[in-house]
Structure formats: structure tokens, C-alpha cells
């Protein structure tokens, strides 16, 4: 299953939930059975008739909140004009329907839950369950209705909590695709990295091989044929090293990296001074350095114009040293005005095993680069 599965199926249980959410909404206008049932038993034509409409508004209104409003956030005229609505309807059925009636308080404490998601509803909760409590006892004829006051308090509990899980829901949703979006950058700054180095590497001994070539095409040929060969399989090599660097079955070598500098540097006519076994570095040091040892070479090959290397390896460090013409300016690599692609490849990939990058003039004159675990090198 690919990083998007998980965020598209997430994606299509919301869109279901966007039509039966309301759907299960539209079933608390089941309750509005009762006061329907008093506002159709009043004796006065057209005070049944009003309370009625009285309670058969209060279900539409809440039905149209439902459907069509709670997707978002509303302004306040829009959720004044709905619970004035919905008080307005409430009130004329209780002119049939009597405490019956105020039934409808519980779907205007429900629609201002839904339509502003706030805690402060509530307020609008303990005013609804306060006039159910107190109407009944005070206007003639009419008993009480503690059931519709707790029916008011329960029904507003319950739907302050489905409105927060909507909205946990929304930024659970949000975050999981900042995720994914961070997950495919790094992803993208990594393959980049990795392009840049190999690529940079290879054509820079393609660069310098191409140039000895050329050199010798006229008073070496048979030199130059084997000059031409190396740089065939160098350029082999290289497609292959990108393939499966996007195939992520890559992994460079400390052994590999420093046989390729030697080849590299004695192209180049280079002398290179380089160990000869790298057993006293620790694994999870081994590939780190391996980058140190590429790009250190890169660098001389395409900047130092350098007569000679020294590659110094212990267990906690590695240091790349040359006789060229040393760091410039503020430089990140040999000879370079500024810090390259190559170097915060570098520190980025030691900072992972906690080791660190310095760069500076060398013993020899030249550029220094080295690498450290847990400290300067």
C-alpha cells in the first residue's frame, strides 16, 4: 500500500460521512412525534392548524441546518435567522401542543452545537433547559417537563461531542497529509542528494579521463583506446549506480569508494596516499565515510588542482587532505566560492550517526575536509 492509501481511504469514509451524517440527524425529527400528536389534538381549528406548522417547521428548519449548512462554518446572521426560526416555530406549537411543545428546544440547542462547534454553545443549552424547566410551571395549565429538560441537556451533550469528533477527525486528516507532503520533500531532497552525488562523482572522472584521452589520441593511441574503454564503463557504471539509486538497492562502500579514488586520482595524474584496510572503522561508520571519501575526491578532481592526496583513516574519523590551492572565500569545497549541494549532503548524512563535518586548509597547504564521530575532527 503506497504513503496516499491510507489518506484516500480516510478521504472516502469522510465523503460517506458527509452524506450520513446528516442523515442520522434527520432522525431525531422522529421525536417531534409527540408534540405533532398534542398540537393535532387541540380543540381550536386553527390553533391545530398553527401548531402544526409550529412543529412541523421546527423539523424542517433542523433538517435544512442538517443538510445543508453544518458542512461550514456559517456566519452569525446565517445561525441567528436559523434558531430564530427555530424558537419562532417552537413557540406557536405550543399554543396546541402546550409543554409538549417545547420539545423543539432541544433542536435549537442541537443546531447552534452543530453550526458553531464551540463550547460556548452551551450557553445557549442551559437557556433552552432553563425556559423548559421554568415555562411549564409558570404558565397555566401546563404540567412539567423535566423529561424535555433532560432530553435537552443529554440531546446538546451529544452532539457537542459527534461535532468534536468531526473536527479531531478533520485535523487528524490535515495531519496526516502534512505528513505525507514533509515524507515525499525529504524524499525528493534525498534522491536529489544522492543524484548529485553519484552523478557528480562519475562525470568528473568521465571529465578527467576524457581529457587524458585526448591528450594521448595523438602520440599514444593504444593509451587513449584504454582511456576511451574506462570511460565507456564509467559512463555504464553510472546508469547503473542511478538505477538502483531509485531502486533504493544502492549502498556505497568505504573499500569500493577508496579503490575508485585511487583510480580516479592516478588518471588524473595524482599522487595519492591512501589506507589500505578500513577494519578499525565501526559499521554504522563505514557507508558515512564512504560519502566523505567520494566527495572529498570529487572535489579535488574538479577544484584543487591539486599534485597530491592524503586520505587519513582511524576509527572515530576521516580526513581528506590535498597540496591545491585550498578553501576560498567562505568555501564549502576545494577551491569553491561557496558551500555545494555536496557538502550539506555530507553533513547531513554524518549528523544521522552522529558525527560532524569540518572543512578548512590542510596540512599540505591545501583543502581539508574531515569527518568526525562526536566531535571536531
Not at 435537552?152 to 468531526?166: E, K, M, N, R, Y
Not at 524524499?187 to 568528473?204: C, I
Amino acid at each position: 500500500m503506497s504513503a496516499t492509501d491510507p489518506l484516500m481511504s480516510h478521504a472516502g469514509r469522510s465523503r460517506a460521512w458527509r452524506f450520513l451524517g446528516p442523515l442520522l440527524a434527520i432522525v431525531w425529527v422522529a421525536f417531534l412525534a409527540e408534540p405533532l400528536s398534542a398540537a393535532l389534538a387541540a380543540d381550536d381549528l386553527w390553533v391545530r392548524v398553527v401548531s402544526v406548522v409550529g412543529v412541523v417547521g421546527v423539523g424542517i428548519t433542523f433538517a435544512f441546518s442538517m443538510l445543508f449548512v453544518r458542512r461550514e462554518q456559517q456566519s452569525p446572521s446565517m445561525i441567528v435567522l436559523l434558531v430564530a426560526l427555530e424558537l419562532f416555530f417552537t413557540a406557536i406549537s405550543c399554543l396546541g401542543a402546550h409543554e409538549h411543545g417545547l420539545v423543539g428546544l432541544v433542536y435549537v440547542s442541537a443546531t447552534v452545537h452543530v453550526l458553531t462547534r464551540s463550547p460556548r454553545a452551551f450557553v445557549t443549552t442551559i437557556l433552552c433547559a432553563a425556559a423548559a424547566f421554568v415555562l411549564p410551571r409558570v404558565i397555566p395549565g401546563w404540567d412539567p417537563a423535566d423529561g424535555t429538560v433532560a432530553a435537552v441537556v443529554l440531546a446538546s451533550l451529544a452532539t457537542f461531542g459527534f461535532t468534536q469528533l468531526i473536527r479531531r477527525n478533520r485535523q487528524l486528516l490535515a495531519a496526516q497529509r502534512e505528513i505525507a507532503e514533509l515524507a515525499a520533500a525529504r524524499e525528493r531532497a534525498r534522491l536529489a542528494r544522492d543524484v548529485h552525488d553519484l552523478v557528480g562523482h562519475s562525470l568528473t572522472v568521465v571529465a578527467v579521463k576524457a581529457e587524458l584521452a585526448r591528450r594521448l589520441v595523438s602520440r599514444d593511441p593504444d593509451a587513449a583506446t584504454g582511456e576511451l574503454a574506462d570511460i565507456h564503463e564509467l559512463a555504464r557504471s553510472a546508469l547503473a549506480d542511478v538505477r538502483s539509486m531509485v531502486q533504493a538497492t544502492r549502498g556505497v562502500t568505504l573499500p569500493g569508494e577508496l579503490v575508485a579514488a585511487r583510480q580516479a586520482l592516478d588518471a588524473a595524474g595524482i599522487e595519492a596516499q591512501l589506507p589500505g584496510a578500513v577494519d578499525v572503522v565501526p559499521d554504522p561508520l563505514r557507508e558515512p565515510f564512504a560519502w566523505v571519501v567520494r566527495e572529498g575526491v570529487t572535489n579535488v578532481l574538479r577544484h584543487a588542482g591539486a599534485s597530491r592526496v592524503v586520505v587519513t583513516l582511524a576509527a572515530d574519523r576521516l580526513v581528506v587532505e590535498d597540496d591545491g590551492r585550498g578553501p576560498g572565500p567562505d568555501s564549502g569545497a576545494a577551491g569553491a566560492p561557496a558551500p555545494g549541494q555536496g557538502i550539506a549532503g555530507l553533513t547531513e548524512r554524518l549528523r544521522a550517526v552522529g558525527a560532524t563535518l569540518e572543512t578548512g586548509t590542510s596540512s599540505l597547504g591545501g583543502f581539508r575536509l574531515a569527518a568526525r564521530a562526536g566531535g571536531a575532527a
